[in-house]
C-alpha cells in the first residue's frame, strides 16, 4: 500500500527487501544525501526493516541518526531538533503485526504533504538509487535521548501546569500494547508525579 502516510505491507509478502531498499534509497535521493533520522515501533520486524532502511541510506551516502524504538512524533521532533534533512519512521500504525511500513517525515518534522508526495514517489519509480563511492558512505550514529528531550519538551508547554498534576497525585494504568510508547508513556506520567500500572510496556 502506498499512500500519503507511506508505505505498507506485509512482511514477506509485499514489503519485501526490494521494496524497502526502493524507497529507501528514492528517500536518500529525496534528501540529496543529507543527514536522516530513523527510528521504528516495537514489532518484531522493526529491526530487520531497520537494517535495511539504514544500509541503503549509508550506501547513498546519507549519515543516518538511529533512536531505536520510538513513537513517531519523537522521531519528527529529533528531525527537527537535528536540522535534518529528513525521517523515516518504521511502523504501520494500526495494522496487525505482520504488517510494517515506512514513514516519511520531511526537513520541517512533519509527514511529506502531497505535492512533496508525488516528487518522491517518482523518484521511486523513475530512477535507481544511486550508491556513493566507498570512501563518500555516510556516518551511523545512535542517539536515545530524544525520549528524554520529548517528555522535557512536554512538560515545557506553557499550557500544561506540571505542579497543579503533581499534586493531584494520580493514579494511572497504561497498556501501551508492547508499542512504542511503552518507552514514554510510563516515563511521562512518572514525570507528572502519577503512581503508574503498566501493563503491555515491553519494548522488542
Request: proline share 3%; charged share 20%.
Amino acid at each position: 500500500m502506498i499512500s500519503i502516510s507511506g508505505i505498507r505491507g506485509i512482511v514477506g509478502e509485499s514489503l519485501t527487501p526490494e521494496a524497502i531498499v526502493k524507497y529507501a534509497g528514492a528517500f536518500a535521493e529525496y534528501c540529496h544525501n543529507g543527514k536522516i533520522v530513523l527510528g521504528r515501533d516495537g514489532r518484531s520486524t522493526g529491526k530487520i526493516v531497520g537494517n535495511l532502511v539504514s544500509s541503503t541510506l549509508l550506501a547513498a551516502g546519507c549519515d543516518v541518526v538511529a533512536l531505536g524504538v520510538a513513537p513517531t512524533p519523537t522521531i519528527a521532533l529529533a528531525v527537527s531538533r537535528l536540522t535534518a534533512a529528513g525521517g523515516i519512521a518504521i511502523t504501520a500504525s494500526h495494522n496487525p503485526m505482520q504488517w510494517n511500513g515506512l514513514k516519511f517525515i520531511g526537513p520541517s518534522g512533519v509527514f511529506l504533504n502531497a505535492s512533496e508526495n508525488r516528487i518522491f514517489w517518482d523518484l521511486a519509480e523513475r530512477r535507481k538509487t544511486r550508491y556513493a563511492a566507498w570512501q563518500k558512505i555516510g556516518r551511523h550514529t545512535i542517539d536515545e535521548t530524544f525520549i528524554g528531550k520529548h517528555i522535557t519538551t512536554v512538560l515545557g508547554l506553557p499550557f500544561i501546569d506540571v505542579h497543579r498534576i503533581r499534586e493531584k497525585k494520580f493514579k494511572v494504568v497504561v497498556d501501551c500494547i508492547n508499542a512504542a510508547g511503552g518507552g514514554i508513556v510510563p516515563a511521562l506520567l512518572q514525570e507528572l508525579g502519577c503512581r503508574v500500572v503498566e501493563l503491555n510496556c515491553d519494548l522488542c
